[in-house]
Nanobody, 123 residues
Framework: VQLQASGGGLVQAGGSLRLSCAAS????????VGWFRQTPGKEREFVVG????????YYADSVKGRFTLSRDNPKNTVYLQMNSLKPEDTAVYYC?????????????????WGQGTLVTVSS
């Protein structure tokens, strides 16, 4: 499966963005999906994960209450709505898919990765 992350951009603190992770090649409906983010010189950080059905979602504490993850399996797309953005949310955001159908905070659990989309939050 190929993943395409999009929706990044420049936004002021307190603003919102919606990221999309679109799959092609295979249906995404049986895959768990995770979003990670990375800044230069730091390890990739887990943001949120969702299982194949959407019945289970887990948010990192740093984004809980501000970010909302959802999936539209008929459209083969997962969405990350990011509200109340902070400068510390600035990073390249990556989506990833896991064949197991579950999610994990470990990047090693994922089999496919998108190319990343840059989110910049200005203060």
């Amino acid at each position: 499966v190929q993943l395409q992350a999009s929706g990044g951009g420049l936004v002021q603190a307190g603003g919102s963005l919606r990221l999309s992770c679109a799959a092609s090649g295979r249906t995404l409906s049986t895959y768990g999906v995770g979003w990670f983010r990375q800044t230069p010189g730091k390890e990739r950080e887990f943001v949120v994960g969702i299982n194949w059905s959407g019945s289970s979602i887990y948010y990192a504490d740093s984004v809980k209450g501000r970010f909302t993850l959802s999936r539209d399996n008929p459209k083969n797309t997962v969405y990350l709505q990011m509200n109340s953005l902070k400068p510390e949310d600035t990073a390249v955001y990556y989506c990833a898919a896991a064949r197991t159908g579950g999610y994990s905070s470990s990047s090693r659990a994922y089999d496919y990765w998108g190319q990343g989309t840059l989110v910049t939050v200005s203060s």
